[in-house]
């Protein structure tokens, strides 16, 4: 279920690709959290006065704007190492399904973000088919 979760070239079954589901939500959302920590004490450090209050209400707003902006660009970054991993950049299906998982990054989050990724990752490899073909040609490269 958690095989080749760093490989982004490979092919997934349905129980790999959960796996690579719920690891890469969870590193998303561990990922938001910490940036928008971090952006919320660097901001109670350059504003004293608007964390009066011990920054809890501060660090909330901050939280509310930082985490949608890291979660899409922590989709845009996977969704597109997948499909470069697996050279799907001619495939109008996985690049379908990357468009909808980087704009549906934003309103709903990086959990329905990565159901496309997750699909994307069940894809063959685009190298796969190219060699198929070559292997049909007339005249073969020559070795």
Same mark, same amino acid.
């Given at each position: 279920?958690?095989? %080749? ?18 690891? $890469?939500?969870?590193?998303?959302? &561990? +990922? ?10 660097? $901001? ?15 660090? $909330? ?14 989709? +845009? ?20 399904? $990357?468009?909808?998982? &980087? +704009? ?20 063959? %490899?685009? %190298? ?10 007339? %005249?073969?490269?020559?070795?």
């Amino acid at each position: 279920m958690f095989k %080749n979760l760093f490989d982004f070239s490979a092919k997934r079954n349905g129980w790999n690709a959960l796996g690579f589901y719920i690891v $890469y939500v969870l590193a998303g959302g &561990v +990922l938001c959290g910490l940036a928008s920590a971090f952006m919320a004490a660097w $901001y109670c450090v350059y504003e004293p006065q608007a964390c009066s209050d011990g920054g809890a209400e501060t660090g $909330y707003k901050i939280g509310r704007l930082w985490g949608p902006i890291i979660g899409f660009l922590f989709t +845009l970054f996977m969704g597109c190492a997948v499909v470069s991993g697996k050279k799907l950049w001619n495939s109008v299906p996985s690049v379908l399904l $990357y468009i909808a998982s &980087v +704009l549906s990054a934003w309103p709903f989050g990086v959990i329905i973000a990565f159901i496309f990724v997750a699909i994307i990752s069940t894809f063959d %490899n685009g %190298n796969s088919q190219k060699i198929e073909d070559r292997n049909g040609e007339e %005249n073969p490269p020559l070795e």
